[in-house]
């Protein structure tokens, strides 16, 4: 039996990727930070309780995560732990570059001297396209990261590959493009969205205030991404791929979609305000994902209409 080790089990992917292995007939381990607001909260695993092993640990924690990786010796390790919200990355510079960059190096090194057999998922992101340079995005355009969250994405990113070809390890980046699902945090978009429109339907909510609804994306389903990690795991050779649907849409687009769900108008309940801007924007974001459709056979199941009915 395969085993598996997550680092960042409690997030939204880490929680597809949990069901996905799990189903595959891997034993699945995973770290999670102890928080004290989710104390006492169910958290996106407790449904697999008994089913995955956790631990207490952190990223930052490195001594945490070598122990597992002793106790354990994990066949695959995959590493989704972020600080994930691009907006607040301009709020904690530092604490993001810590977690998404440096955290990689230090997972790289004891991976490297504990388990370097093992195969090493990376989870990089399309904001480290940014400021974009061709109308689609694929693993050849160039990166031009606009916030700090990005720019940290970007080290983890080259660090992950340096090691490939410095060490020889099998060990891979995913530049997901967004993945959304009703797991995913409520203060990113499409899910503060999707909330709302449930809450303004049932009358516990009565505005919905965003920032800018210009931006476009390219948003497919988070479960539909988990697979396309673990395929890009099982193929013959480390490298890397763009995971994204191939269709955007803006957030403006997205919000019309959800409110007509439940036949309201979102031009009555909506709000701009500053706050939700961001100081330096990624307006345009669409992959390319024609190398993992050709070579792995991916392809994306959930279109945006379902994607926003499963939400809402
Ligand atoms: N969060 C948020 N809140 N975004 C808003 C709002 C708002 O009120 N109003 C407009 N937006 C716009 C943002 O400015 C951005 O252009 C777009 O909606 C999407 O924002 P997010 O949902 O926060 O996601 P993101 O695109 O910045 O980043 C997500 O996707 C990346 C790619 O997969 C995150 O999950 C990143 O961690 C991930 O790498």
């Known amino acids: 039996m395969k085993k598996a080790f997550i680092i960042g089990i409690g997030g939204q992917d880490g929680s597809y990727l949990s069901e996905y292995l799990l189903e595959l007939g891997y034993e699945v381990y995973g770290i999670v930070r102890r928080n004290s607001v989710c104390e006492h909260q169910e958290s996106r695993v407790s449904h697999l309780d008994g089913r995955i092993k956790t631990f207490y640990g952190d990223l930052l924690d490195i001594s945490s995560i070598e122990k597992v990786l002793r106790d354990v010796m994990p066949d695959e390790i995959y590493n989704l732990a972020a600080q994930s919200h691009v907006r607040i990355s301009f709020d904690i510079p530092q604490f993001t570059t810590q977690v998404n960059a440096l955290g990689v190096l230090n997972l790289l090194e004891s991976y490297k001297q504990i388990c370097p057999k093992a195969r090493f998922y990376q989870a990089s992101s399309s904001e480290m396209f940014g400021e974009i340079l061709t109308k689609k995005q694929n693993e050849r355009t160039p990166f031009n990261p606009r916030s700090p969250y990005a720019v940290s994405k970007v080290f983890g990113h080259f660090i ?153």
């Open 160 to 312: 992950v590959k340096n090691y490939r070809e410095s060490y020889n390890l099998f060990a891979v980046s995913g530049i997901l493009f967004n993945h959304e699902s009703p797991l995913r945090g409520e203060t990113f978009v499409t899910r503060k969205i999707t909330r709302a429109v449930g809450r303004i339907y049932h009358k516990l909510q009565t505005k919905l205030t965003l920032g800018n609804i210009n931006a476009e994306r390219d948003w497919g389903f988070a479960g539909d991404f988990v697979e396309a990690m673990w395929l890009m795991m099982q193929h013959n050779k480390p490298e890397d791929w763009v995971v994204a649907t191939g269709k955007s849409i803006s957030v403006k687009e997205f919000l019309k979609k959800s409110f007509e769900y439940v036949n309201l108008d979102a031009e009555e309940y909506l709000l701009i305000s500053d706050k939700y801007f961001r100081p330096n924007e990624v307006n345009f974001l669409q992959g390319d994902p024609e190398k993992i459709k050709k070579e792995l056979n991916w392809d994306p199941k959930v279109k945006i209409d379902d994607l926003v009915k499963m939400m809402v």
